[in-house]
């Protein structure tokens, strides 16, 4: 799997089942985005298959919610919240429908599942990270799917703002049946929730449980060089070898 | 032309004179478009591409009076080309500022060279740089509204999708929309909207009909329908209450483009300034919070 010019990993191989949450964890440029743009049918793979749903990968999948990390929305994003959770519903429809009733309750509902109704008509703009991540969350949910790809969603907030959506995550993913992917630098904020880790690291992959995969011995097989995991008297994870040291994270 | 303080009798004198019948009929139709796809200009933020793309159609204007055509099909070859050649670029190239004021500035000096070897009415390029509403013929405003009328059919059909390309790129892409194809149709409807409006306000202030309405807007109102609303209403007032004025204050002489966009620029100051001093706040409707907002379901403090 990579690019033209570049190979960012190999020999993978991976499967997630119905209603799992899956975090996918590793250094910048491990290739983790990439997985996602496969996913979604926005770029195949250079060698081997990939199957969501039992199917090829292709664009416009309405099972999947997808959450990227954004660009385009800032401090100059004069639009109420419910415009842009509509989207999800409308935005790929033909026509002005201006005040579509079912357009607009779908919005709330997915509001609601979030618990920001009371952002509704609230300008993006002006949203904290923790509040723009749950909008765009309700985006993604506003049409059922059945599988959220989840960009980085914690890169932005602290430990606590971070706790807070992924308790938000997996109470959404257990309760109704979706199956999660959730791009994260940092293990530690999701380990309670998680069902699965697929790690990417030196252009390699390891995955399962996450007590199988995040030991010493099979983050040390993984990055070639000897790594340890520890763990502090709160159960955190401390990760030290490897690529994984704080430098190797920074944007 | 005598000014009494009652509008509609001063409104029935004006309309006597069919000058001012095109100007406010092409004036009508114009600011219509100017408010809707200057809505989509404000939040793909392409006001630079906007500005230089007036300028492209300034040597093709020019060109077009070196033929002996009328200006505004130089206008709609020069600008649907140039924004064909930006949408093949990719969104990011309206954000190019060197780039595209590089090209911007030699379209300008083309045009320059244009009006130099015509060697007639010294005026074209005059009207071309800042309008000439009140020299619209019959024909002009018929060839305005047939393009206009196409304009927003289009938009009305794609508004949903354009929306959702503009305001949410990678979200849009993965739903399966056809990026490149939207940013080419944006491009060319703005292309057709920017012919249009250099008849009414010129090359140089096609700022103040295509994005200072909706920068307004954006500033009153968060929701995508209401701001195109209010952007139109904008245009509209700004058009013809700028011709109105330019045809009774001071004998007439005073260009209605200066009218124009000094409204434009007036009102959109008086929102800006209210926006500062908070006064906007009460236009948005806000979700009274009742009690500190807790999620359905178990609290998630307790992880703490």
Same mark, same amino acid.
């Given at each position: ?84 959770? &509509? ?14 009733? #079912? ?112 030991? !010493? ?6 990055? @070639? ?27 | ?16 004179? #069919? ?70 670029? @990719?969104?990011?190239?309206?954000? &190019? ?25 010294? @005026? ?12 619209? !013929? ?142 906007? &706040? ?23």
């Amino acid at each position: 799997m990579g690019y033209p010019d570049k190979v960012v990993w190999r020999d993978a191989t991976f499967e997630v089942e119905q209603g799992e949450f899956v975090a996918v964890i590793g250094p910048n440029g491990a290739g983790k985005t990439t997985l996602f743009r496969m996913l979604l049918g926005l770029r195949r793979p250079q060698g081997g298959s990939l199957a969501v749903f039992g199917g090829s990968p292709h664009r416009g999948n309405s099972r999947i919610g997808y959450v990227p990390q954004r660009h385009t929305i800032d401090h100059e994003t004069h639009i109420e919240c419910e415009s842009l959770v &509509r989207m999800g519903v409308s935005g790929t429809r033909w026509g002005p429908g201006f005040s579509l009733r #079912e357009e607009r309750e779908a919005a709330r509902a997915s509001l609601e599942a979030v618990g920001a109704s009371e952002l509704a008509h609230e300008c993006l703009g002006t949203l904290s990270g923790g509040e723009l991540q749950r909008i765009f969350l309700a985006e993604a949910l506003v049409g059922n799917p059945e599988m959220l790809l989840l960009d980085e969603p914690l890169s932005n907030l602290d430990l606590r703002r971070s706790r807070e959506l992924v308790d938000l995550v997996d109470r959404l993913t257990r309760s109704r049946r979706v199956t999660t992917l959730l791009v994260a630098h940092d293990i530690n904020p999701l380990i309670q929730c998680l069902d699965k880790v697929i790690y990417m690291a030196n252009g390699r992959v390891a995955t399962g449980a996450p007590e199988n995969v995040l030991t !010493s011995k099979s983050l040390t097989a993984l990055y @070639g060089v000897p790594v340890e995991v520890l763990r502090d008297s709160r159960n955190n994870l401390v990760i030290v070898g490897g690529e994984e040291s704080r430098g190797a994270e920074a944007e | 032309m005598s000014f009494s303080w009652n509008l509609l009798t001063d409104f029935r004198f004006l309309w006597q004179f #069919e000058f001012m019948r095109n100007a406010f009929e092409a004036g009508t139709i114009v600011a219509f478009v100017a408010g809707i796809i200057g809505y989509f200009v404000v939040l793909r933020r392409s006001a630079f591409a906007t500005h230089a793309l007036g300028h492209v159609g300034f040597s093709g204007g020019a060109a077009a009076v070196l033929l002996g055509v009328n200006p505004v099909y130089g206008l709609l070859v020069f600008t649907i080309s140039g924004a064909g050649g930006m949408a093949l670029l @990719g969104r990011k190239a309206s954000s &190019r500022d060197l780039e595209i004021g590089t090209v911007l500035a030699f379209m300008l000096a083309l045009g320059v060279l244009f009006i130099q070897l015509y060697k007639g009415y010294a @005026g074209a390029a005059y009207s071309l740089l800042f309008g000439d509403i009140i020299a619209i !013929s019959d024909a002009e405003v018929l060839f305005t509204l047939g393009a206009s009328v196409a304009v927003l059919a289009v938009m009305l059909l794609v508004y949903r999708r354009l929306l959702f390309a503009s305001l949410d790129e990678d979200v849009a892409e993965a739903k399966g929309m056809p990026m490149v194809a939207l940013g080419f149709l944006f491009m060319v409807l703005l292309a057709v909207a920017i012919s249009m409006a250099v008849q009414v306000i010129g090359v140089l202030l096609i700022f103040a009909l295509m994005v200072t309405p909706a920068a307004m807007a954006v500033r009153l109102t968060r929701r995508p329908a209401t701001a195109v609303l209010v952007s139109v209403s904008t245009a509209l007032f700004a058009v013809w209450a700028g011709l109105f004025i330019s045809f009774f204050a001071f004998g007439g002489q005073f260009p209605a483009s200066f009218f124009i966009v000094s409204i434009a620029f007036a009102l959109y100051v008086v929102v800006r300034v209210a926006d500062v001093l908070g006064l906007t &706040r009460v236009l948005h409707r806000t979700t009274p919070v009742v009690k500190p907002v807790a999620p359905p379901g178990p609290n998630p403090q307790e992880s703490m």
